[in-house]
């Protein structure tokens, strides 16, 4: 999976559209191998963002959740602690 993708699930105040919008349009660029898709790919590739981004929303509506939703800056902390970390453990390699 592309690392840039972040979980969407359980999250309090929920994940927007845009975020959802957002995971799909890495998923597309990841499963096509374009970044940006050409003029005669562009219809295609919108339309696939698009449809991943509305199954993602429903998905997302269907789980149940599980635990303390998740927050913004809890998973921003998070992700700082682990990027310390590996910056620490290449330091020392």
Known sequence: MCRNIRVLHNFAPPSTP?????AALQYVRKVSGLRAPTKTDAAAFEKA???VAEVTARLL?????RGDARTREREAERARQNWMTRVVKMGKG
Do not use: G, K
């Not at 845009?18 to 957002?22: D, F, K, L, V």
């Open 18 to 22: 845009e975020e959802i919008h957002a």
């Open 49 to 51: 963002v698009n449809e």
């Open 61 to 65: 509506e269907a789980l149940p959740t």
